[in-house]
């Protein structure tokens, strides 16, 4: 069964730099191809935008490349005050900041999910849980939050 609209998927910085990661490259095609081919609406934020920037220039250039396929957002005000949620609630230190404001963005903006290569900070089973939390008591529904790998599809679907 297909779903009849592509799934909203917000990105953060390290999924482009992953293309350049042999641990994630191949992963990271995969996911981006299905950007390509239109079965995954890519989401990114300025705060993403921003970040790839400070970028070497070859992830730049991919940034560049993937920016007419993407919906680019700002990040609203809400996100802001949910980023400052997760740090009082202890999801992360005020000094990961920037990823908590990647989780925000995309529990705000309404994505259906985040993905990113940082494993410490976004990732990561128990963050995972305590975001949620935190989307919760904020009024938010969880997001699912996954690696690139996590999000492809390489096998058949059969029917159940």
Do not use: K
């Not at 009849?4 to 910085?13: C, F, K, T």
């Not at 070859?58 to 396929?69: Q, S």
């Amino acid at each position: 069964m297909q779903v009849a609209s592509p799934i909203r998927v917000y990105a953060d910085a390290s999924v482009f730099g992953g293309w350049f990661d042999p641990e994630f490259d191949a992963a990271t095609e995969r996911f981006l191809e299905r950007v390509r081919r239109g079965e995954v609406r890519l989401v990114v934020s300025g705060a993403v935008r921003d970040e790839i920037a400070r970028a070497p220039e070859h992830v730049r250039r991919l940034f560049a490349a993937l920016v007419p396929a993407a919906e680019v957002v700002e990040v609203p005000d809400e996100a802001v005050q949910l980023q400052q949620a997760y740090i009082r609630h202890g999801v992360v230190s005020e000094r990961w900041d920037a990823d908590a404001r990647h989780v925000a963005a995309a529990t705000v903006l309404g994505c259906d999910a985040i993905v990113s290569w940082n494993f410490r900070h976004i990732v990561n089973w128990r963050r995972i849980r305590l975001y949620n939390e935190v989307n919760a008591l904020a009024g938010y529904g969880p997001l699912a939050i996954h690696s690139p790998m996590e999000v492809v599809d390489d096998e058949e679907t059969e029917e159940l």
